[in-house]
């Protein structure tokens, strides 16, 4: 048979995919943020679901919506989930899956950094992706780019999700307990300068090349510079806590109603001014 036969052999038919599931018994957000990505992936087209055994119900992909709008971090993402759970609410169990609930899938996924497949998203059918996932030689040869580029595989994608947030919740954490003098002065013994430094650090490494066009860049470029020349200890300086909130406010984390400096309880014992 001539190689130009072997072109023109029909192929053959692939078995039907079915989603991901991950199981974190010691990270229950991590873990709901991954199924979470996994089941929307599969809903940014008709194509693409057309080829699972089984394509995601109508509470699944709220509840996925809900997962994000929960557990993210990050503002744009959340908002734009929250935009999709709109859209799904327009769709009716056992009907056809609306056009709008395909495009606001494809808005979340971009959001958090997701690039439209080389194909289209209209055209993407899960295989190709699902060949990368696997290491097969059905794989097409991976772009060379930047360590810092958008995923390239859904493996990649849902991986990034789940180290976004990682370095979000690590970095708010970091930056609540700085944002508020009362926070910080029970938190004996403080954390060191390394460890403040390391979670900034997290955060700004893990957005790679769209880390420019985060608003929070600049705040936490700020902060992680007022750590590096500062050593911890019973005070915070002002511009400190000053640097957290101002990152805080750019993650879209709204300040408590009585503010950051209110104090938690009475006071522990007598003030050393008092006669």
Not at 82 to 89: I, S
Not at 98 to 126: K, Y
Not at 158 to 163: E, L, V
Request: net charge negative.
């Amino acid at each position: 048979m001539s190689r130009r036969d072997d072109a023109v052999k029909p192929t053959q038919p692939r078995e039907p995919r079915t989603m991901r599931r991950t199981s974190k018994h010691d990270d229950k957000e991590g873990e709901a943020l991954d199924n979470a990505f996994d089941l929307l992936r599969e809903m940014t087209s008709a194509r693409r679901l057309s080829t699972l055994v089984r394509r995601p119900t109508r509470p699944e992909v709220l509840q996925a919506a809900d997962d994000y709008i929960a557990y993210f971090p990050l503002e744009q993402p959340r908002e734009r989930a929250r935009e999709l759970r709109e859209a799904v609410l327009t769709w009716r169990e056992g009907e056809e899956i609306p056009q709008a609930v395909h495009e606001a899938v494809r808005r979340f996924c971009l959001s958090l950094g997701i690039r439209e497949p080389a194909c289209g998203w209209e055209n993407d059918d899960g295989y190709q992706v699902r060949a990368i996932d696997r290491e097969t030689d059905e794989a097409e040869p991976p772009p060379k780019t930047e360590t810092t580029a958008a995923p390239r595989s859904y493996s990649d994608a849902s991986k990034k999700a789940a180290q976004l947030a990682q370095a979000l919740a690590g970095a708010v954490n970091v930056a609540e307990l700085l944002a508020s003098p009362s926070l910080w002065a029970k938190a004996t013994p403080w954390p060191s300068r390394e460890h403040l430094v390391e979670h900034v650090d997290q955060l700004l490494s893990a957005f790679g090349a769209e880390l420019a066009q985060q608003k929070f860049a600049a705040p936490a470029r700020r902060l992680r510079a007022l750590l590096s020349a500062w050593e911890p200890g019973p005070h915070v300086p002002a511009d400190v806590s000053e640097a957290a909130r101002d990152l805080l406010a750019a993650l879209g984390i709204e300040e408590p109603p009585n503010g950051r400096d209110a104090p938690e309880g009475p006071p522990e014992g007598p003030s050393n001014d008092s006669g």
